[in-house]
C-alpha cells in the first residue's frame, strides 16, 4: 500500500519562500505521476505542478516562473520548490501519486499561509 507524507508548509512573507516534500512508501510503479495540488475552503482542489517519472513537468499557469517541482527517484521523494510566494499561493497543498494502472494516493495536506 502506498502511503504519501508531506512536510514543509507553514507561514510566509508575501514574496518569501518554502519548500515542500512529500515521501512515498511502500511499492510504486517506477512509471508514475507525482506532483502537488492546492485547495482552499470552497474551491476545488486544483493541479498546481506535476513531475512524471521520463522527467517532464507542467505547472499551473498562476505558479509558472515562480515554482518548482524536482523528484528524486531513489528516494521516491518530490519536492516543491515556491518562490515569490502571493497571499492566493495560501491554501491546502495536497501531494499525490499516479500510476499508469489508475491507482491514485493523497497525501494528508499541509497547509501554506502567505501573509500580505
Known amino acids: 500500500q502506498v502511503k504519501l507524507v508531506e512536510s514543509g508548509g507553514g507561514l510566509a512573507q508575501a514574496g518569501g519562500s518554502l519548500r515542500l516534500s512529500c515521501t512515498a512508501s511502500g511499492s510504486i510503479f517506477s512509471f508514475n505521476a507525482m506532483g502537488w495540488y492546492r485547495q482552499v475552503p470552497g474551491k476545488q482542489r486544483e493541479l498546481v505542478a506535476v513531475?512524471?517519472?521520463?522527467?517532464?513537468?507542467n505547472y499551473a499557469d498562476s505558479v509558472k516562473g515562480r515554482f518548482a517541482i524536482s523528484r528524486d527517484n531513489a528516494y521516491k521523494t518530490v519536492h516543491l520548490q515556491m518562490n515569490s510566494l502571493k497571499p492566493e499561493d495560501t491554501g491546502t497543498y495536497y501531494c499525490?501519486?499516479?500510476?499508469?494502472?489508475?491507482?491514485?494516493?493523497w497525501g494528508q495536506g499541509t497547509l501554506v499561509t502567505v501573509s500580505s
Open positions: 499525490n501519486y499516479r500510476s499508469p494502472r489508475g491507482q491514485e494516493v
Open positions: 513531475s512524471f517519472n521520463s522527467g517532464g513537468t
